[in-house]
């Protein structure tokens, strides 16, 4: 079926730097992303979302592009912190699919002190 | 505001034995959403329920049901349990349970031996 990816499994980040997470999806008819972060024995907890109609969104500390051409998205954490370590999951929604989310195999990022 | 609630936290049980996991959504959600991750992985999307109908079903088999009762919380049901069903079952809801974001409870973890 369907599947969203990621291109890094692992990601090691100097704290303070920017963090950039990378997810390639490959359903074309996907219209709505979505980034959670999931800390170890914690749920999934929602980052940012971004819809098909739209490149690029901010939030606090991050920003979400979307390019639809290349099927790909990306999640920058400016300033990354300590408590940013995590693993990273994107998900996406098919508009036919409901509420259905379909989630990626997940980025550990690793902030070093 | 409270969040997502699951029940029980982690369970233990033995090939062939039946589970019951529970999830009250957040106060004002209508939608429960289940999710099965396997450890290593992203979530795979099990059930929707909205208004106490089933929405949406992802490929599980039939050893897996659920249902939503009228306060809207919802009980995920697996029958002949496997090894393989051993995971960390997540609740996610959402208001409307059509295009909205979907917030994640703490889950259970599920151990069969």
């Known amino acids: 079926g369907e599947n969203v990816g990621l291109h890094l499994p692992t990601l090691s980040v100097q704290e303070g730097d920017n963090s950039i997470i990378n997810c390639a999806y490959s359903?074309?008819?996907?219209?709505?992303f979505i980034w959670y972060k999931q800390e170890s024995g914690k749920g999934p907890q929602f980052i940012i979302d971004?819809?098909?109609?739209?490149d690029k969104r901010q939030g606090q500390r991050v920003t979400v592009l979307l390019n639809k051409t290349v099927k790909h998205l990306s999640l920058q954490i400016a300033a990354t912190q300590p408590g940013d370590s995590a693993v990273y999951f994107c998900?996406?929604?098919?508009?036919?699919?409901?509420?259905?989310?379909?989630f990626g195999g997940g980025t550990r990022v690793l902030v070093k002190p | 505001d409270a969040g997502v609630t699951q029940s029980p936290t982690h369970l233990i049980k033995t090939r062939g034995q039946q589970v019951t996991l529970r999830c009250s959504p957040i106060?004002?959600?209508?939608?429960v959403s289940w999710y099965q991750q396997v450890l290593g992985q992203g979530p795979q999307f099990i059930f929707q329920?909205?208004?106490?109908?089933?929405?949406g079903r992802g490929n599980f088999p039939d050893r897996f049901s659920a249902r939503q009762f009228p306060n809207y919380s919802s009980e995920l049901n697996v029958n002949a349990l496997l090894l393989g069903d051993s995971a960390l079952y997540l609740c996610?809801?959402?208001?409307?349970?059509?295009?909205?974001?979907?917030?994640f409870g703490p889950g259970t973890r599920l151990t069969v031996l």
């Open positions: 996610a809801s959402s208001s409307s349970g059509i295009r909205d974001t979907q917030y």
């Open positions: 359903n074309s008819a996907s219209d709505y």
């Open positions: 971004i819809r098909s109609n739209m």
């Open positions: 998900a996406e929604k098919d508009k036919a699919a409901g509420n259905k989310l379909t």
């Open positions: 106060s004002g959600h209508k939608s």
């Open positions: 329920y909205y208004e106490k109908e089933e929405r």
